[in-house]
């Protein structure tokens, strides 16, 4: 099993910056992609940034060029650096992670961390 928890979500004024990080701990053999996910109120979760093991990144559109994940794999953390915040970025971010693990057999599975407040006031 894996237990994911995460730390620095806040409140912040628009126009600055937030850290979020995520470690992960447990009984998994590796982790193939690490990941941060959004909700805000009244709307459905995205995909805020991905990155995989190789070092592959993904997106939202709308934090191109704000918002950076990267991933420290000996301590098994991916963090996302948050800058130029603007208010429309409030939301609960979620970590999530695919690890391999073994339950019965190897497979991947998908973790989630129990969230973090950010909220960017105008």
């Known amino acids: 099993q894996v237990q994911l928890v995460e730390s620095g979500g806040g409140l912040v004024q628009a126009g600055g910056s937030l850290r979020l990080s995520c470690a992960a701990s447990?009984?998994?053999?590796?982790?193939?992609?690490m990941g941060w996910y959004r909700q805000a109120p009244g709307k459905q979760r995205e995909l805020v940034a991905a990155l995989t093991s190789g070092g592959s990144t993904n997106y939202a559109d709308s934090v191109k060029g704000r918002f950076a994940i990267s991933r420290d794999n000996a301590k098994n953390t991916v963090y996302l650096q948050m800058n130029s915040l603007k208010p429309e970025d409030t939301a609960v971010y979620y970590c999530n992670v695919e690890a391999l693990v073994f339950i019965h057999a190897y497979d991947f599975k998908n973790y989630w961390g129990q969230g973090t407040q950010v909220t960017v006031s105008s």
């Open positions: 447990g009984s998994f053999f590796s982790i193939n992609t």
